[in-house]
């Protein structure tokens, strides 16, 4: 006989006369030779790994020129001794014969009159409005100094005295808050104290040194607030009192 699968003819020798009959058609369609496919797909998988392993190996990564974040670098010292010391240097040098000249001279002749008849009016109740065109703060600082050592050369220029020493270490304390640099902070020290505006303005009665000490401070807080925003809501409220000390001693502050 001969038959065929698939639903191939078939063919039989005896009681059918030869006649052909059609085989049954299978109910399910044979199933998928899995393992071969399967073995098929883990041999071009191997075949792919091998071609990766005769491929070059790859460079190893170029290390970053740039530290790690997590590695910050170390933060310098604070130098507020120096700042101190240098200070008080400059106080000893802007203090030194303080009291002379013995006369008033350049702009003396405009605030201590003016300071003259606020001390009067504190003493009597009575006293002129004098030098109108600045406001009173400075000129209120100047005449509680003669008040406390007289009216002579050494009380007209002690608050301007002090006023230049609190400018000077304000300024100093600005710029280390701004840059967190020693150097740059004690270079600047010697230029402020040897240079002639703070040193000369620092001995004479007038009321710019009033309000640049104010300025001053008020950088220095600010300059704080900028780099500890964890203390920054009173230092900027102390910056905004010294801009007020500073715009009440002459309008220049603005």
Sequence with gaps: PISAAGGQLTSHSGGGGGACKQAPLPSHPAAPPRRRYQRRRCGASSGRRRW???????????PSPYPAASAPLPRPRDPLGWCLALTGIFALLAGWRLATPSILYFDEVHYIPAAR????????????????????????????????????????????????VLAFFACLRTMWHASHERFATLAFAVLLATGFPLLIHARIAMLDMVMAAALSVAAWQFAVACARPEHGR?????????IGAALGAKWHAI
């Design 117 to 164: 008849e606020i001390l009067q009016w504190i003493e009597t109740g009575q006293g002129a409005y004098r030098n109108r065109e600045h406001p009173l703060f400075a000129k209120e600082l100047i005449a509680l100094g003669m008040w406390a050592l007289g009216d002579n050369p050494l009380g007209w220029r002690i608050v301007p005295w002090l006023s230049g």
């Design 52 to 62: 990766r392993s005769l491929q070059a190996p790859s460079p190893p990564p170029s």
């Design 234 to 242: 009173w230092r900027l409220a102390l910056t905004g009192i010294a």
